[in-house]
């Protein structure tokens, strides 16, 4: 089961470092966050989404599948879109600086992947008793 854990801990990190990379280079370029920066990280979404379906079909490996990784791409997207919904009217600056912080986060959620298998660890011996 660890290697669900680091798949999905691994997930859930690319997902969140791709969201905050479209806003890093949306603020970067002077976008502000408005209903049309929104509708546009949908799109992208919606098209990653697209090609995704065409890799996720593909023959996966052994261990961490970047395929299988990949496949979850579009989510960034879509979570970029709902950071951008809840800060409507955020200026460049802060449009990259939001980008930014969901970039912290989901390296904050790999660099506690220890933490998760202690968890997962202590649930698992407490469980068995």
Do not use: C, K
Request: overall charge neutral; glycine content about 16%; aromatic content about 6%.
């Amino acid at each position: 089961m660890d290697r669900g854990l680091d798949e999905i801990v691994m997930r859930v990190t690319v997902v969140a470092l791709a969201g905050g990379l479209l806003l890093v280079a949306a603020g970067a370029a002077g976008v502000t966050g408005s209903l049309a920066l929104a509708v546009a990280l949908v799109l992208v979404g919606l098209a990653l989404y697209l090609v995704s379906e065409r890799l996720g079909s593909a023959e996966s490996g052994t261990g961490l599948d970047p395929r299988a990784v990949a496949a979850d791409l579009w989510l960034g997207p879509f979570l970029a879109a709902a950071v951008v919904g809840v800060y409507l009217g955020a200026s460049a600056g802060e449009v990259q600086a939001l980008g930014g912080l969901l970039g912290l986060v989901g390296m904050l959620n790999y660099f506690l992947r220890p933490f998760y298998h202690l968890l997962y660890g202590l649930t698992r011996r407490v469980g068995s008793l």
